[in-house]
């Protein structure tokens, strides 16, 4: 439970952390509504924007809570 409350912490200190999950939540509604008929369309929006959105903030999030633990060449990559 700690870890899910870092979690929302670290997403909510730095805004452009939400961006990812949110266009996967828009998204995700989209796909919900059902007004999408064409299977490609769905896998496009499934696959190719939704799994990475999820992916990107995953990632950002996971370096941030280990922000500190990594080599000090790693963290002069990231962009904050």
Known sequence: MQVLTDLFRTV???PWLSVPFLYAL???MLLWTGR???PATI???AIGL??????L??????IMLSSEKLQFAMNG????
């Open 12 to 14: 909510g200190d730095h």
């Open 26 to 28: 828009l998204f995700a």
């Open 36 to 38: 999408i008929r064409h």
């Open 43 to 45: 896998n496009l929006i």
């Open 50 to 55: 939704i799994l990475p959105c999820i992916n």
């Open 57 to 62: 903030g995953m990632i950002a999030a996971g």
């Open 77 to 80: 990559l990231m962009p904050f």
